[in-house]
């Protein structure tokens, strides 16, 4: 089986060294594209990239190679790489690809694509990299039905928070992890949330039988969140994570990125570094979790070669069967509200006020001794009630002369203890 | 796709109720086997059965079927289970089975079989039940190099272990669990480890490409384990759980089973009653962690479902090549000694003695206070060694008079925090 591979970046190279290190002599890289490829030939990893590949900046040469039979594609981002994609398909070589943006975005008519041709298109490094959530869904739940999918899926945003855990501040950790090269220069996608989300989409698709539009999932950024956020969360028995999750029921999707307030004793909180965990939850087979390194170079070529490997054994994946549907960003759970206030009588009732003309109930009202009155955090949490009614009270609250920054309000997630026969 | 089911008692059942409740209308029934078969139509599950279906005691009558395409056996054992399903692969029938004793006694020769015959022999039923390892490590891990794979694979002695940690004691949960289903009057094929053993053994197959005889792998009892351990190990930070290991080094194979000391960091320290739990440990992918309810009715039905609609999709799965391989049932590791004595002088010495022989180096006493002279218990550890080098010195030891009852010796797993990048 012939590769062209398109990258030879981070993974592109990894993926090249975990294909020689598998022996395997009947898969082998003829042709690398990238931009700049003579730099790329200097790689220190090109060595495993058999001799006589060939190396091009024209992408054409891949595509239109008669003597390439995947392309494997792990360059990330929708323009121009679908065009690439649906040539390489329309021609009949399968594809295996990381890119979740297209996965999610595109992934219907890909998928139809690669139907039509009678080849295949592997997508399991898109979310959670070395961590086989997608083809486990796909060829061991699909007997469930599987009603809610959460977890942890941005690694750059789970090192974040669960060094913040750790009493680092968010500024100086996002510093660190841009050093590391955890993070990008503009750390946008991850911290925004815009990258989860993408991941959040595909598997729905898979797990939820459910298409949906990222753009249509509310996604809220974790540069909000505080150490005071971690110690009021420690109070609640909880921690801060940026947790993706997507519920179906009657028909309706409700989804949504974001940091949480998640209890200890929910699997999503063990999550430490970079690791990703993906929780499925089914009415047969009650919750399932996969865990492991999300991101990083090798991982990642672990799930590509794991695709390529699939193909050159003549194994065919599992197809399922979705639907578009409208997704709603509401959901029903306990909240957080987190108040940095310029102290003065009054406070407590103005909030309780608000949040009584929404209807919502305070559950419970923590302040910590120890903070000067013109910055005072504190925080009010609420029985369960739908996230969009409180938006208006936060509008609101947002609004009061004594509020010295925007409140912030996170779901808390609920662990739920059904259990199974 | 119509299927002929092996077996209507739990896990059959449940197949039933999970195909009724896919909606999949293309999938059915057409033939039920079973002993007693006119009591079993009584079944409240019988309902969930397309009327039509032939109900038989006689297994030739699915067996040779021209309108079984599938033959689903969820009976378990190896005779006459065996034949019947060499006789279905042979007639050219797909074959599902939960029966993780068939794969690992004769799997090799059925999958050869399967592979002569063009059909399909999937499994996904007989490790972890409702988690998808196999399907996980077949599609999405067979591109890396796993070395390692560790877990809790056999619900039983979880849910007994993690009760003890509790504080209860092993005949009174052991006692309950029978009560509960968890257990069966006889426990030995559960506590003595058979049933994890043949577990480990489906799994090397897959993951090591090592084809291992269950028989050689050693598998030590937990019923001597008592509530003075998780004491003891607490004080180490560590818990007991029943661990199932098995590592590949320069072709050789070291495997086991039995009691371990597991660091409270380590996700196999999660699991919590009947849970299941699998770790492997790749070159590239670094550890990834799969867990969820590993027993029952329904979340092994979810894994026979997800094997049959896979080959109604028109799926195929990957098929990994395994190579018989020896297994060494030794290990280096620390390990934990648990010694009951009636209290005399000279007794450190004495064990001292019999270590310092073999050339195992103790790396800490440990004995708690509060116990009488005549019964009292206390635990050496050692620095890693061989564990076969133990095994004189605590035949030595049993014999010495001041002891009570035979010596605990216990492998304590290292959390290795490899990481990847």
């Not at 809610?148 to 855990?165: A, D, H, P, Q, Y």
Request: glycine share 12%; aromatic share 6%.
């Amino acid at each position: 089986m012939r590769i062209g591979l398109l990258g030879f970046g981070t993974v592109g190279s990894a993926f090249a060294e975990v294909l020689a290190a598998s022996g395997n002599e009947d898969v082998r890289i003829t042709h690398v594209f990238n931009r700049g490829v003579e730099r790329k030939r200097g790689h220190e990893r090109a060595k495993f990239v058999a001799t006589g590949a060939v190396w091009t900046e024209r992408v054409e040469d891949v595509l239109e190679a008669a003597d390439v039979d995947v392309v494997v594609e792990l360059m990330g981002g929708l323009d121009p790489v679908e065009g690439w994609l649906r040539a390489a398909l329309g021609a009949g070589k399968h594809v295996v690809t990381a890119n979740k943006q297209l996965i999610a975005y595109r992934g219907a008519e890909l998928f139809a694509l690669a139907a039509e041709k009678g080849v295949q298109l592997l997508y399991g490094a898109a979310v959670a990299g070395g961590v086989p959530v997608i083809p486990g869904i796909a060829q061991g739940l699909s007997g469930d039905v599987i009603t809610r999918i959460s977890g942890i899926v941005n690694g750059t945003c789970n090192f974040i928070l669960s060094s913040m855990e750790g009493g680092a501040d968010y500024g100086e950790v996002l510093a660190k992890a841009q050093a590391a090269g955890y993070a990008e220069a503009n750390p946008s996608a991850d911290v925004d949330g815009f990258d989860a989300r993408a991941k959040l989409c595909v598997l729905a698709r898979l797990a939820l039988h459910a298409e949906i539009d990222p753009e249509q999932v509310p996604a809220q950024t974790i540069s909000t969140i505080s150490a005071v956020d971690f110690a009021y969360a420690k109070e609640l028995g909880c921690t801060v994570r940026q947790v993706s999750r997507a519920e179906i029921a009657d028909g309706v999707v409700s989804a949504s990125v974001g940091p949480m307030l998640v209890p200890k004793t929910s699997p999503i909180a063990w999550s430490r570094g970079t690791q990703n965990m993906v929780v499925t939850s089914g009415r047969f087979g009650g919750d399932v979790v996969f865990s492991g390194h999300g991101a990083g170079g090798h991982p990642t070529a672990v799930a590509v070669m794991s695709d390529v490997r699939a193909i050159a054994e003549g194994s065919v994946q599992v197809r399922l069967p979705a639907k578009k549907m409208k997704v709603v960003g509401d959901v029903v759970a306990p909240h957080y509200l987190r108040f940095v206030v310029a102290d003065e009588p009054g406070i407590v009732a103005a909030i309780a006020g608000s949040l009584a003309k929404v209807g919502a109930n305070i559950d419970s009202i923590l302040q910590h001794r120890g903070f000067g009155g013109d910055r005072l955090p504190f925080v009010v949490t609420t029985e369960p009630c739908l996230s969009s009614t409180l938006k208006g009270a936060v509008a609101e609250m947002a609004a009061m002369k004594f509020m010295v920054e925007p409140p912030v309000c996170l779901q808390m997630l609920v662990v739920d203890d059904r259990d199974t026969d």
